[in-house]
Nanobody, 124 residues
Framework: QLQLVESGGGLVQAGESLRITCAAT????????VGWFRQAPGKEREFVAA????????RYAESVKGRFTISGDRSKNMAYLQMNNLKPEDTAVYYC?????????????????WGQGTQVTVSP
C-alpha cells in the first residue's frame, strides 16, 4: 500500500521561495500520477499541480502557473513542489496525492492515496 508523507512547510514572507516534499513508502511512486492540492482555512481543497512520470507531463492551476514547479525523483521515491514568489493567498495546508491511472487529473476525487499535509504560511 502506498503511503505518502509531506514535509518542508513553514512560515515565509511574501516573495520568498519554499520547496515541499512528498516521500513515498510501500510502493514505487514512479508508477503513479502525483498531484499537489491545498486547502486554505474556510475553503475547499483545490488542485495546485500534477505530474505524470512516464512523459514528465505537468499541469498547473492558473493561480500558480509560472511560480510553482512540480517534479519527482525516482531514485528517492519522492515528489516535490517548488514554490517561488509566494503570496499570502498561497497560505494553506498542502497535500500530496497519487493516482494509479496515467491521466493527469485536477479533481481530488480521482486520487486514491493522500498524505497528511504540511502547513505553508506566507506573511505579507
Amino acid at each position: 500500500q502506498l503511503q505518502l508523507v509531506e514535509s518542508g512547510g513553514g512560515l515565509v514572507q511574501a516573495g520568498e521561495s519554499l520547496r515541499i516534499t512528498c516521500a513515498a513508502t510501500g510502493r514505487t511512486l514512479g508508477t503513479y500520477t502525483v498531484g499537489w492540492f491545498r486547502q486554505a482555512p474556510g475553503k475547499e481543497r483545490e488542485f495546485v499541480a500534477a505530474f505524470r512520470w512516464v512523459d514528465d507531463m505537468e499541469r498547473y492551476a492558473e493561480s500558480v502557473k509560472g511560480r510553482f514547479t512540480i517534479s519527482g525523483d525516482r531514485s528517492k521515491n519522492m515528489a516535490y513542489l517548488q514554490m517561488n514568489n509566494l503570496k499570502p493567498e498561497d497560505t494553506a495546508v498542502y497535500y500530496c496525492a497519487a493516482r494509479t491511472w496515467p491521466t493527469v487529473e485536477v479533481s481530488e476525487n480521482d486520487y486514491e492515496s493522500w498524505g497528511q499535509g504540511t502547513q505553508v504560511t506566507v506573511s505579507p
